[in-house]
């Protein structure tokens, strides 16, 4: 998908501002005080695929968010941990605006994407929630057939000219994620027919057939059994090389398994971010050492 259909005028928003948190600390030493939610390691990295400034999110009075900046880099798989209410949802729901649909949320900060600002009020949400694919916790097909399911964002988006270029479409999405082979003899069948580790695939799918830059995926494993998760551990490592993924995960073991970097979030902070393979051997922070530990949450 062109980046610039954003935006009526096709031109990126100029003079967006990108701030640093002040919080950033670079500190190598572990930080001892479980008061302080400042975040530990480099959030930032070399031309990031989504830069996030000071994000905040409030729902009504009570804040979820505080003051989180993160860069989202290219084809890497982000791991999102921490305990149950700690902010993981709404903050990945910050990255492609689906916050936008509660009532009563509210967010602040900044969020470029590709030099764009996606909180500015000229872009369209349509197209970037199609940039910034997601997928749910508990797979979710249309109530279609398996090729429907597909066609469906291709066809709104106008992303085919002709039923042949649709096909190939679907064939190519079905393929990426590794459900081709499986279905390609049923593609008029029910989405619904297929087991849950298809259903979950056929999602990805789904969001790949728009052709993003970034899928999110809040626990997509949870409802699966640990061979339909593997097959979407396999997936999700594949579609690295195509996407940067944005993985929010109960399981630390997930975590480390899929991810290039975590980060922790703790009542609504940011706690901790590194790379994978240090921050699960040597957290810096003492929140994220005790809950790796199985200490807290
Ligand atoms: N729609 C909403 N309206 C009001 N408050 C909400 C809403 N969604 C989440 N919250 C609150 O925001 C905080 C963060 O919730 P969030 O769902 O982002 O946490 P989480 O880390 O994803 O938790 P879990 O691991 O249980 O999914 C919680 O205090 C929660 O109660
Ligand atoms: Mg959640």
Redesign the pocket.
């Known amino acids: 998908m062109n980046v610039a259909a954003f935006l009526p005028d096709n031109k990126a928003i100029a003079g967006v501002k990108v701030h640093l948190n002040e919080n950033y600390n670079s500190n190598k030493e572990l930080v001892s005080s479980d008061k302080d939610y400042s975040t530990t390691g480099n959030p930032f990295v070399e031309s990031p695929r989504m830069a996030c400034r000071g994000v905040s999110?409030d729902?009504?009075a009570?804040r979820?968010?505080f003051n989180v900046s993160l860069d989202i880099a290219r084809n890497e798989v982000i791991a999102?941990i921490?305990?149950?209410?700690?902010?993981?949802?709404?903050?990945?729901?910050c990255l492609n605006r689906m916050n936008d649909t509660?009532?009563?949320?509210r967010v602040s900060g900044s969020i470029i994407l590709d030099g764009m600002d996606i909180y500015d009020r000229r872009v369209d949400v349509v197209p970037l929630r199609a940039m910034v694919g997601m997928v749910f916790?508990k797979p979710n097909p249309f109530p279609k057939s398996i090729y429907d399911n597909i066609a469906y964002g291709p066809r709104i988006h106008g992303l085919a000219d002709s039923r042949s270029e649709l096909d190939a479409i679907v064939e190519d999405s079905l393929k990426k994620a590794g459900l081709w082979d499986e279905v390609k003899d049923q593609l008029d069948k029910p989405g619904t027919m297929l087991s849950g580790g298809q259903q979950q695939r056929l999602c990805i799918a789904r969001t790949i057939a728009v052709s993003p830059e970034v899928i999110l995926m809040?626990?997509p494993c949870s409802a699966l059994d640990p061979i339909a998760t593997a097959r979407v551990e396999e997936l999700i490592e594949e579609l690295r090389h195509n996407y940067s993924i944005v993985i929010?995960t109960?399981s630390m073991q997930q975590a480390a398994r899929v991810s290039q970097r975590t980060a922790y979030?703790h009542m609504?902070w940011l706690v901790e971010v590194g790379e994978t393979d240090q921050f699960f051997t040597n957290p810096r922070h003492k929140l994220t050492e005790n809950y790796i530990t199985g200490r807290f949450g």
């Open positions: 999110v729902y009504s009570k979820a968010v999102m921490g305990p149950s209410g700690c902010g993981k949802s709404t903050f990945l729901r509660i009532p009563g949320c916790q809040d626990e929010v109960h979030f609504g």
